[in-house]
T-cell receptor, first 111, second 111 residues
C-alpha cells in the first residue's frame, strides 16, 4: 500500500549512543517532516524538507540532524542520545489538500 | 508559547450522543485548519479541514465550525460511535506547508 514507512518501530538506546530513523514515502511528495510527540505537548516539528537535497529546522531541532539525499527518503539522526529525547517520532509527507500522510511512528526510549 | 491550544485533555461521551472537541489559536495568520485522528500505535490520519473563508464544513458525521473573531474552532461528531475513541489533534497552517498542532484531546465513546 502507498504511504509512509518508518523504521524501526521501537528502539531503546543508552545515553550517548547514536542512531538513525528512516522514513520512506512512495507518493512522490516533495515535502517531508519529522515530528516528535510528547504527553501534553502534541506534535512538535523537529526538521523538515521541501525537496531532495534540502533540509530546514523546525521548532525543536537541537540534538537532531537530518538528510534528504533521495526524494523518497528522509533520515533523522541522533548523534548522542539524551533521556530528553525519549519520545514517539512521526514522519510525514505533504499530501496536498488533505494535509499530511503520517507514518506509524517510532517509539524511542533513551536510558 | 503554544499557538494552537486544545484545553481539554480528555472527553468522555455516551454512544449516540454528540462529541464536541474544541481548539483555540492565537496566530491571526492561520488560514487553514485541520483535524487529525490518531489510534494507539498508529500515525495520525486526516479527518476534516476548513478554510478561513468558511465557517462550517461537514463530512458525514463530522462537522467543523470556525469562529474567526474568537479564534476558535470545534469538531462535532454526531452520533458518536465507539470506533471514534481516539486522540484528536487540531492543526493550523498560515498558508505555508508547515502545520502547527495542538496537544490533542483523548475522546472516549462509551457503549
Amino acid at each position: 500500500n502507498a504511504g509512509v514507512t518508518q523504521t524501526p518501530k521501537f528502539r531503546v538506546l543508552k545515553t550517548g549512543q547514536s542512531m538513525t530513523l528512516l522514513c520512506a514515502q512512495d507518493m512522490n511528495h516533495e515535502y517531508m517532516y519529522w515530528y516528535r510527540q510528547d504527553p501534553g505537548m502534541g506534535l512538535r516539528l523537529i526538521h523538515y524538507s521541501v525537496g531532495e537535497g534540502t533540509t530546514a529546522k523546525g521548532e525543536v531541532p537541537d540534538g537532531y540532524n537530518v538528510s534528504r539525499l533521495k526524494k523518497q527518503n528522509f533520515l533523522l539522526g541522533l548523534e548522542s542520545a539524551a533521556p530528553s529525547q525519549t519520545s514517539v517520532y512521526f514522519c510525514a509527507s505533504e499530501g496536498g489538500k488533505y494535509g499530511y500522510t503520517f507514518g506509524s511512528g517510532t517509539r524511542l526510549t533513551v536510558v | 508559547d503554544q499557538q494552537v491550544k486544545q484545553n481539554s485533555p480528555s472527553l468522555s461521551v455516551q454512544e449516540g450522543r454528540i462529541s464536541i472537541l474544541n481548539c483555540d489559536y492565537t496566530n491571526s495568520m492561520f488560514d487553514y485548519f485541520l483535524w487529525y485522528k490518531k489510534y494507539p500505535a498508529e500515525g495520525p490520519t486526516f479527518l476534516i479541514s476548513i478554510s478561513s473563508i468558511k465557517d462550517k464544513n461537514e463530512d458525514g458525521r463530522f462537522t467543523v465550525f470556525l469562529n474567526k473573531s474568537a479564534k476558535h474552532l470545534s469538531l462535532h461528531i454526531v452520533p458518536s460511535q465507539p470506533g471514534d475513541s481516539a486522540v484528536y489533534f487540531c492543526a493550523a497552517s498560515d498558508g505555508g506547508n508547515k502545520l502547527v498542532f495542538g496537544a490533542g484531546t483523548i475522546l472516549r465513546v462509551k457503549s
